[in-house]
């Protein structure tokens, strides 16, 4: 019911910067918060950022507090994560997710969303 394709991933030296877009389309008006999730390898997926999609609230995990921004353009139906000073740890698969249904696992949980993209690669390397 919600398709959502992530981009503006790629190879950035540290300190540099990137911003990823997630589109979404299908039943847009179902959706109530849309989250950025990463994951690394042999890690499980963690909270990254999530934003509200009516009033357009934000929350950012601490570890990026100051250095990514999540935003949304609701006309164009995308969600963006800027992501400035990027890191080594920030290396990860990021994956954004749409959250339809109130479950009460709380916006930082993987469990609370209901879509998720396909993921794009952030790799942070000298």
């Known amino acids: 019911q919600v398709q959502l394709v992530e981009s503006g991933g790629g190879l950035v030296q540290p300190g540099g910067s990137l911003r990823l877009s997630c589109a979404a389309s299908g039943s847009i008006f179902s959706i109530n918060f849309v989250g950025w999730f990463r994951q690394a390898p042999g890690k499980e997926r963690e909270f990254v950022a999530t934003?509200?999609?009516?009033?357009?609230?934000?929350t950012v995990q601490n570890s990026v507090k100051g250095r990514f921004t999540i935003s949304r353009d609701n006309a164009e139906n995308t969600v963006y994560l800027q992501m400035n000073s990027l890191k080594p740890e920030d290396t990860a698969l990021y994956y954004c997710a749409a959250d339809t249904i109130n479950k009460g696992r709380g916006l930082g949980s993987v469990r609370e969303y209901d879509y998720w993209g396909q993921g794009t690669q952030v790799t942070v390397s000298s």
């Open positions: 934003i509200s999609w009516s009033s357009g609230s934000t």
